[in-house]
């Protein structure tokens, strides 16, 4: 397994941000993945955002698809952190298109494996935020979640944050002078139990099959 003595103090976290759109235009699904890491940071964490359509990420399932595919260098920050956020906007009721191609990037994993045949991703957790002008963030966090899981990554409760805007409405979240309420309420909640959770698991990882 990876070394994660660190967490005792600091859990490491990823962001990918999996928006369409390049860096500088603004991202609401990257501004609400950084409020996330900011209330993680609050609690002890560290980390970093990677907007994934800045790099050239290659379709596929494999950890390498070869030929200047820039995804190993996002994994191995992926294996170096101790938390995994995956921040989507949703469209058409889905997860992006980038969002999947990281989905489908991390299918890999399930044949990664350590010296006692766990996966690589055990003793990581996960959490996810979704953000879009239209209806569909629990159909979106569940389908994100459960891909996650399926790659190893562990679950606290209440880790899928979402905002959504009226249907047909043009309001974006960065559009918003002030973090509602509810949304507030759960990144807070999101950040205590992911953060809670990937330290319980740096003390006491999963035992060998």
């Known amino acids: ?8 103090l600091s859990p490491r976290v990823l962001v990918l941000v999996c928006t369409l759109k390049k860096s500088p235009a603004p991202s609401s699904a990257e501004k609400l993945g950084t ?28 950890t390498d698809e070869g030929d200047g595919d ?27 298109s980038v969002a999947k191609l ?4 991390l299918d890999a994993e399930i044949s990664e494996t350590d010296d006692e045949g766990r996966l690589l991703t055990f003793g990581k957790v996960a959490a996810v935020v979704a953000v879009g002008n239209e209806d569909g963030a629990h159909h979106v966090v569940a389908e994100a979640l459960q ?36 949304v507030a309420s759960t990144l807070q909640t999101a950040a205590l139990n992911t953060v809670h959770l990937a330290r319980l698991l740096a003390g006491n990882p999963y035992p060998a099959p």
């Open 147 to 182: 891909a996650l899981n399926d790659t190893g990554f562990s679950v606290a409760a209440n880790t899928g944050v979402y905002w959504v805007g009226e249907a047909m409405h043009g309001t974006d979240y960065n559009d918003l002078d002030e973090t509602p309420e509810a």
């Open 35 to 62: 409020q996330l890491l900011d209330e993680m940071r609050g609690r002890g964490a560290t980390g970093e955002v990677v907007r994934v359509v800045d790099h050239d990420v290659r379709f596929g399932v494999s």
């Open 102 to 105: 990281v989905m489908e990037r």
């Open 70 to 96: 820039e995804w190993p260098a996002i994994r191995q920050k992926m294996l170096d952190a101790d938390v995994l956020v995956l921040a989507t906007p949703i469209w058409l009721g889905q997860p992006s």
């Open 1 to 8: 397994m990876p070394d994660t003595a660190h967490t005792d």
